[in-house]
Nanobody, 123 residues
Framework: QVRLVESGGGLVQSGGSLRLSCATS??????MGWFRQAPGKDREFVAA????????KYVDSVKGRFAVSRDNAKSTMYLQMNSLKPEDTALYYC??????????????????WGQGTQVTVSS
């Protein structure tokens, strides 16, 4: 049984940092991603990473501030978030089981999801 569990969210002031974790079990996932969803908005792609970490993708709004990584020995993916802004406030999800590489930014291309962890950035 596949399971993804996010942790590390919280309340932080603008300019602060948080590190999200996504612990996986029940499968080996070549490509994994982070998404976020703010109230009243669609789920948005944030970052993705391949097995070796040699291929990383980011949405433009987080480039230079966020960094995705993974530790395969621990079956865990991370999202280091620096210089946080109020507009980063959202429920952050990790996703796995990408079906089509070219569509890595599309939520419906991932088969497995965590329950989400809330990130709130105050101004």
């Amino acid at each position: 049984q596949v399971r993804l569990v996010e942790s590390g969210g919280g309340l932080v002031q603008s300019g602060g940092s948080l590190r999200l974790s996504c612990a996986t079990s029940g499968g080996i996932f070549v490509y994994m991603g982070w998404f976020r969803q703010a109230p009243g908005k669609d789920r948005e792609f944030v970052a993705a990473i391949n097995w070796s970490g040699s291929d990383k993708k980011y949405v433009d709004s987080v480039k230079g501030r966020f960094a995705v990584s993974r530790d395969n020995a621990k079956s865990t993916m991370y999202l280091q978030m620096n210089s946080l802004k109020p507009e980063d406030t959202a429920l952050y999800y990790c996703a796995a089981g990408l079906t089509l590489y070219e569509r890595f930014g599309q939520p419906n291309e991932y088969n497995y999801w965590g329950q989400g962890t809330q990130v709130t950035v105050s101004s």
